[in-house]
């Protein structure tokens, strides 16, 4: 005979496993899974750059070579100058450089700078000896320009509102060119009679070891486009004039000779060292290039 409750629990167990299996058939299928957003590559990749601006030299001392002392006794004569300067300079560069990640670039850029003069005041006391009271006073005035080529590096500091600072250092060799040169002066003898001098310098390019440290900041004007800002201060060397061509110095109009001179001689400056304010552009060749995302794996839940 039949067990009736066996049957009936059997049954129901029967339905229940039935209706479970359905019910998993109906489940909304998984969730799909966003790919994550791409990875950028640092910001890499070639660029040209031009910039204009200012140069604000600093005061810079200078001397005759030769010196007017020598075959004077030591005491017996001084040489002073007084209110030497070189004025402000245009300047203009164009380089190309390479953006080696989003902290580090570097380039090489040659630059012109011109429309700076030299000028000076030197003098002469005799005190001593057979030409005591003797008295020399020059103005001299002269044009500057200098042809620059630098390597330069930077790091970039990071970015905020756009605006991204940096610092940088660069080295190159800077041609300093001096034209144009005048002396316009006074021969005091020692009796007190005094008659008009000077003359003129031929001109000079002298070569000459370059270092600059920099700051500024720099902002996207698109996407390959930087407008950039900054200050440098660069020590770029020395100048030379060429040999002078003196008048006769007895008050007498004549010929310029380089022996109305002493055997003629030059304008040297000691260092020259400028600060400069820029404003440029740099425009980049590729910017940015987007590397595919990486793989994820595949996770559902249910």
């Avoid at 001593?128 to 006073?137: D, L, V």
């Avoid at 008048?247 to 010929?255: E, I, P, R, T």
């Avoid at 002493?262 to 820029?278: P, W």
Wanted: proline share 6%.
């Amino acid at each position: 005979m039949v067990d009736l409750r066996a049957f009936a629990l059997t049954t129901v167990a029967v339905v229940a496993l039935t209706s479970a299996a359905s019910a998993a058939d109906l489940l909304p299928p998984p969730p799909v899974m966003e790919p994550p957003p791409p990875i950028a590559v640092d910001a890499g990749g070639w660029y040209l750059r031009g910039d204009v601006g200012v140069g604000f030299n600093n005061t810079a001392s200078a001397t005759t070579t030769p010196s007017p002392l020598n075959g004077f006794a030591a005491g017996q004569a001084n040489d002073n100058w007084y209110n030497s300067a070189v004025s402000e300079a245009a300047l203009f560069d164009l380089g190309v450089g390479y953006q080696v990640n989003r902290w580090f670039r570097a380039d090489v850029t040659g630059e012109l700078r011109g429309g700076s003069e030299f000028s000076g005041l030197e003098v002469l006391n005799v005190t001593g000896g057979a030409n005591a009271g003797y008295q020399a006073a020059d103005f001299y005035r002269g044009h500057l320009s200098t042809v620059l080529g630098m390597v330069n590096g930077y790091v970039d500091l990071g970015t905020w509102s756009g605006i991204t600072p940096y610092v940088g250092a660069g080295v190159g060799v800077a041609f300093n060119n001096f034209y144009g040169g005048s002396d316009n002066g006074v021969i005091t003898q020692p009796g007190g009679a005094s008659s008009p001098s000077g003359g003129v310098f031929g001109a000079s390019t002298k070569a000459n070891f370059a270092w600059a440290l920099m700051t500024g900041f720099d902002m996207d004007i698109t996407h390959n486009l930087k407008l950039e800002v900054g200050y440098r201060y660069l020590n770029y060397g020395k100048f030379q004039s060429g040999s002078s061509q003196c008048l006769s110095g007895n008050g007498n109009v004549g010929a310029f000779a380089n022996a109305n001179c002493g055997g003629g001689f030059a304008i040297a400056s000691k260092t020259l060292s400028s600060n400069d304010v820029r404003v440029g552009l740099r425009y980049y060749f590729d910017n940015e290039a987007p590397l595919p995302p990486p793989e994820q794996p595949l996770v559902r839940r249910y």
